[in-house]
């Protein structure tokens, strides 16, 4: 196996995601096939060759440092569930 | 008490950068602006918003990466950082991971004594802001946060340094180093309060002779040069009792409170530790050659350290005016401009030091601000020099110019304030003081030497203070002797 049922369950807490049992063996199983898959590339020779972080080969895409228009406030809360003060209202998160 | 234990200090500084816009959007950057007024798709994170680096925050850090001797990366690339909260709209923040755009760099800091220091610094990134989460206390806040994502996906840059400090006052030098350095180049605003310029310390203890380092705590929540010593020397000291009384330190993060002057522990962000990096798929590598590195370099102003290196060595500075000088670059440039008019350079350090701060002070003015040039101030100085008038009258006519904005020579002569130095007329004054004063006279020629600070007084206030201070000295020591 090259993921471990625990593993999984971790990821999905990373993930804020609520898996139940019968969702956690199965995923074990799918993750653990996708791993298997991609565990191909081992058999190739890969020294010398520098990590892909892009899939296009281009580079220096930039943005000149100028102001352009945004949301007004009321835009930028027109799809939140609570606001309050023209900002977003959440459960409070500190202690 | 002997001190069995080592400290090992390593900074994170944050520097929130000048630019107009957010790293990858146009959105202002505009600070106190009301709440998600300075927001668009971009930076609260909607989907299939696509965000595009701003080029000024990489001409930021190649800036910063070269005044702090970093090796510039040829190639760096943006990662993904993941975890969930409320001020982070994406679910991860936009940062640099492996390949950062700066590495391998240091910076010297002086100890007590006037040794130096060099404190490694290990990489320089850049990343994006959280938002801002306001608690509030009015009831329609109560048991909630609010999210202000104004401040959302402005650039920062991450400057961290190895765990090269061994006290608080290692690590407040260092950080008052690259606090200078970062608001020299004008790349950051350095302001504590408003949170531009933040640090986290990391701070572990060890025995002395201990290679391996200590269990570590992460101090946040740090915004002034005093609270980060008192957080450290705070922490420092609960890390040692653990230890002494058989406890050990666990990896964690720690916020200090300035109120208690405490550090407590900020539970429930552990499993938040795992950030899962990866390279980020909406942004392409990042290329710097040399030809732009090269143009960066050649923008690089005078850094504090040349500056002060160069008062001291090339004008003959004392050491504590040289640093006061070169603490400020405005300062330092009005300082220089002084310099190449007058005659002498401790004395534009003196007055500059002197009467320019206090008068800036006083009247809550900037120093790009005065209504004296340096040129005009120069001026001042080299009639004084030039004993046209007396240190004295100097005071009068630096007031006089700070008021009107004339010139020294303009008003030296409208005032009529130019330094009596005719012997005759001189000695005029001193007679009639002479005169005036019989029992100050016996009772001087009876042995009391000191009274001749009362006759330069008088004949000094007879001449409204514009006659020269050591011809009448000398006048009055031949006359009182001869007579």
Same mark, same amino acid.
């Given at each position: ?18 898996? =139940? ?29 520098? $990590?892909?972080?892009?899939?296009? $080969? ?5 943005? $000149? ?20 003060? =023209? ?9 | ?12 500084? !944050? ?38 680096? /701003?080029? *000024? ?6 800036? +910063? ?27 991860? *923040? ?9 590495? !391998?760099? #240091? ?14 610094? +290990?990489?320089? !990134? ?17 048991? %909630? ?19 090269? &400090? ?13 606090? *200078? ?20 310390? /990391? ?20 915004? @002034? ?19 002494? @009384?058989?406890?050990?330190?666990? *990896? ?7 109120? +208690?002057? &405490? +550090?407590?522990? &900020? ?59 070169? @603490? ?22 003196? #007055? ?10 006083? %009247? ?8 004296? @040039? ?27 110019? #700070? ?67 050591? &011809? ?12």
């Amino acid at each position: 196996m090259k993921i471990t049922r625990a593993e999984v369950e971790h990821v999905g807490r990373l993930a804020r995601l609520a898996l =139940s049992e019968d969702e956690l063996n199965a995923l074990t199983g799918e993750m653990d096939a996708i791993l298997n898959y991609v565990e191909q590339l081992n058999e190739l020779n890969t020294d010398g060759i520098v $990590p892909t972080a892009h899939a296009v $080969p281009v580079e220096n895409a930039f943005r $000149p440092d100028e102001v352009k228009p945004g949301f007004t406030p009321e835009q930028a809360l027109s799809n939140a569930p609570d606001a309050a003060q =023209s900002a977003f209202r959440v459960p409070r998160v500190i202690e | 008490m002997t001190q069995p234990y080592e400290t090992v200090i390593g900074l994170e500084i !944050h520097a929130q950068l000048t630019t107009n816009t957010k790293i990858f959007c146009g959105c202002s950057t505009e600070f106190g602006k009301t709440p998600n007024s300075q927001t668009c798709p971009v930076c609260l994170g909607l989907p299939g918003a696509l965000p595009v680096l /701003n080029r *000024q925050v990489v001409e930021f850090a190649i800036k +910063t990466g070269l005044a702090t001797n970093c090796q510039i990366a040829p190639r760096s690339i943006f990662a993904r950082k993941n975890y969930f909260y409320p001020d982070l709209p994406k679910g991860y *923040q936009i940062s640099q991971f492996e390949l950062p755009v700066c590495e !391998h760099g #240091w910076q010297d800091i002086e100890l007590e004594g006037g040794e130096s220091k060099r404190i490694g610094i +290990t990489r320089i !990134h850049m990343e994006e802001d959280a938002g801002k989460l306001i608690h509030g206390d009015t009831p329609e806040a109560l048991g %909630t946060s609010l999210v202000d994502l104004n401040r959302a996906c402005t650039p920062l840059l991450e400057i961290v340094s190895e765990p090269d &400090m061994r006290s608080a006052d290692e690590a407040i030098s260092y950080l008052k180093k690259i606090h *200078q350095i970062v608001v020299y180049l004008g790349v950051c605003n350095g302001n504590l309060e408003e949170g531009s310029f933040r640090c986290d310390a /990391n701070v572990s203890v060890r025995p002395y002779g201990q290679a391996e380092l200590g269990t570590r705590a992460e101090l946040k929540n740090i915004n @002034s040069f005093r609270f980060i010593k008192e957080a450290i020397e705070h922490e420092v000291e609960r890390q040692i009792d653990l230890i002494e @009384s058989g406890g050990k330190v666990v *990896q964690e993060t720690r916020l200090f409170d300035s109120n +208690t002057g &405490m +550090t407590r522990s &900020m539970r429930g962000k552990e499993e938040a530790h795992d950030y899962r990096y990866f390279p980020d798929p909406d942004l392409v590598p990042l290329v710097i050659d040399d030809s732009w590195i090269d143009a960066v370099r050649s923008s690089l102003p005078e850094l504090p350290d040349a500056k002060r290196k160069r008062f001291i060595e090339k004008l003959g500075l004392p050491e504590y005016d040289a640093e006061v000088l070169a @603490s400020d670059r405005l300062l330092a440039n009005y300082f220089d401009a002084c310099v190449t008019h007058a005659k002498e350079a401790k004395a534009c350090a003196n #007055w500059i030091m002197g009467e320019v701060l206090r008068k800036l002070k006083e %009247t809550d003015t900037l120093i790009g601000e005065v209504p004296i @040039s340096p040129v005009m101030l120069a001026e001042l100085l080299d009639r004084i020099a030039d004993n046209t008038i007396s240190g004295k009258i100097g005071k009068t006519v630096f007031e006089k110019m #700070w008021q009107t904005g004339r010139g020294a020579d303009e008003l030296i002569e409208s005032e009529g304030l130019k330094q009596v130095t005719d012997t005759g007329a001189i000695e005029t004054l001193v007679d009639e003081v002479i005169a005036a004063n019989p029992d100050q006279v016996a009772e001087y020629l009876g042995g009391k030497d000191k009274l001749i600070g009362f006759f330069v007084g008088k004949v000094m206030q007879a001449s409204q203070g514009k006659a020269n201070p050591g &011809m009448v000295n000398q006048l009055l020591i031949k006359r009182l002797k001869g007579n």
